[in-house]
């Protein structure tokens, strides 16, 4: 039995947790990466995995490396891919990976000038770290230059935003594809679907995500093959030749277009709320899977994927993504599948603790069955203020 540290405490790090539950495991929420290590050297951890795209961007990797110790995750140099959405297209247009063009400004005056060059509607992105919130989809000229003021001057998501990348936006279906990477190969567990925005439709703003299915049926095996060949073997190509060794997760999302598969970014971790459908779909050993990467002896032929259908919906606090309460208390939750996302215990009792307060999960044959199950069961679920999305996975069934 594997003794193995998991860093973080939402939906995503219990989906992992959940998926490595016959092994010894302990939990930090943590953000003191000295502190995380120390903990790690004291339970005396086989393996480390972090949740957060913030630490592996700030390093966490290359100081478990330094410290003789095990982490699944990229270094500091191969997180910049996540971290830099600059640095990433940059890289994407230097391999030949398939992306929407793109321009990127450091200076706001310069970038509002550069709307010239781009059709309607244009996307603006904060190229740093921004919580999955930091791409706006701006439909007019006027909104895409409040949308940099914002980003740029007011600094609405912070140093994230001291540049900014202009992208032609793409009209097609989202695809998401979590992997296992190395700087030998990269390996696609199964294709999922995100919703990322609050509102039914795509609709209001940004979230970390308010649900998702898996597999999606719009990455089909055409859709499949463009991507390895356009995507995939380019992308293994810079990894190569940027001399980013590392083993840990690369999660590519895809714009499925007339036109071709596109990649619209990389993630260089589990994705959430991916990994909480992704995860219960796989018919092989997650530990030894992970191990397998870390050893560079992982062939795609180790990952067996069942064959089911999986959603995960996520039940928020009013308010979210924008102000909300805490302290609500939950009810219902007994015969419910579910993972805790913000959630704090006291006395025997739940409450709300967060944005994303709980993930709803079911398995089965049939998509259909799936989500039948997971919106009775948002029913039975109740704290103030719930809030969910009707519609997840509705549009193929």
């Known amino acids: 039995m594997a003794k193995i540290l998991i860093v973080g405490n939402g939906g995503r790090e219990n989906a992992i947790k959940r998926a490595l539950g016959a092994h010894e495991i302990a939990q930090t929420t943590s953000f003191d990466m000295q502190e995380i290590l120390r903990t790690a050297q004291e339970f005396a951890a086989d393996l480390t995995i972090v949740g957060s795209e913030d630490l592996l961007v700030a390093g966490i990797e290359d100081l478990f490396s330094q410290a003789g110790m095990k982490l699944f995750g990229p270094g500091r140099e191969a997180a910049r891919l996540e971290g830099s959405k600059a640095y990433a297209k940059d890289f994407m247009k230097k391999y030949g990976v398939k992306t929407a063009r793109y321009e990127t400004f450091t200076d706001p005056q310069a970038a509002i000038a550069g709307l010239a060059d781009f059709d309607l509607p244009v996307v603006v992105k904060a190229s740093g770290l921004a919580a999955g919130k930091g791409v706006i989809i701006c439909q007019t000229a006027e909104e895409a230059k409040n949308t940099i003021f914002q980003i740029m001057v007011e600094q609405h998501f912070g140093k994230a935003g001291a540049k900014v990348v202009l992208e032609e936006f793409l009209v097609g279906k989202e695809a998401s594809i979590l992997s296992f990477a190395n700087e030998q190969g990269i390996f696609p567990l199964v294709s999922a679907k995100d919703h990322k925005k609050i509102g039914e439709g795509?609709?209001?703003?940004?979230?970390?995500?308010?649900?998702?299915?898996?597999?999606?049926?719009?990455?089909?095996?055409?859709?499949?093959?463009?991507?390895?060949?356009?995507?995939?073997?380019?992308?293994?190509?810079?990894?190569?030749?940027?001399?980013?060794?590392?083993?840990?997760?690369?999660?590519?999302?895809?714009?499925?277009?007339?036109?071709?598969?596109?990649?619209?970014?990389?993630?260089?971790?589990?994705?959430?709320?991916?990994?909480?459908?992704?995860?219960?779909?796989?018919?092989?050993?997650?530990?030894?899977?992970?191990?397998?990467?870390?050893?560079?002896?992982?062939t795609q032929q180790d990952i067996k994927i069942r064959n089911q259908?999986?959603?995960?919906?996520?039940?928020?606090?009013?308010?979210?993504?924008?102000?909300?309460?805490?302290?609500?208390?939950?009810?219902?939750?007994?015969?419910?599948?579910?993972?805790?996302?913000?959630?704090?215990?006291?006395?025997?009792?739940?409450?709300?603790?967060?944005?994303?307060?709980?993930?709803?999960?079911?398995?089965?044959?049939?998509?259909?069955?799936?989500?039948?199950?997971?919106?009775?069961?948002?029913?039975?679920?109740?704290?103030?203020?719930?809030?969910?999305?009707?519609?997840?996975?509705?549009?193929?069934?």
Do not use: W
């Not at 209001?204 to 499949?224: D, E, H, K, L, S």
């Not at 060794?245 to 994705?271: H, S, V």
């Not at 959430?272 to 560079?296: F, G, H, I, K």
């Open 202 to 298: 795509e609709t209001g703003p940004n979230t970390g995500g308010m649900g998702t299915f898996a597999p999606n049926p719009f990455f089909t095996a055409q859709r499949q093959a463009e991507f390895e060949r356009d995507i995939l073997a380019p992308t293994l190509k810079g990894i190569q030749a940027e001399g980013l060794e590392f083993a840990g997760c690369i999660f590519f999302g895809l714009m499925l277009t007339d036109n071709g598969t596109y990649l619209l970014e990389y993630n260089m971790r589990f994705g959430d709320p991916e990994t909480q459908v992704v995860l219960p779909l796989l018919d092989s050993d997650l530990y030894s899977l992970l191990t397998a990467c870390m050893q560079r002896t992982l």
């Open 309 to 397: 259908k999986a959603i995960c919906l996520v039940l928020a606090s009013g308010g979210y993504p924008g102000d909300y309460e805490k302290g609500k208390e939950i009810t219902g939750l007994d015969g419910v599948d579910y993972l805790e996302a913000g959630v704090r215990h006291e006395n025997g009792r739940s409450y709300t603790n967060g944005g994303r307060v709980l993930n709803l999960l079911a398995q089965a044959d049939t998509l259909e069955a799936a989500r039948n199950i997971v919106y009775k069961n948002a029913e039975i679920v109740d704290f103030e203020g719930k809030t969910y999305r009707k519609d997840i996975g509705a549009d193929v069934i």
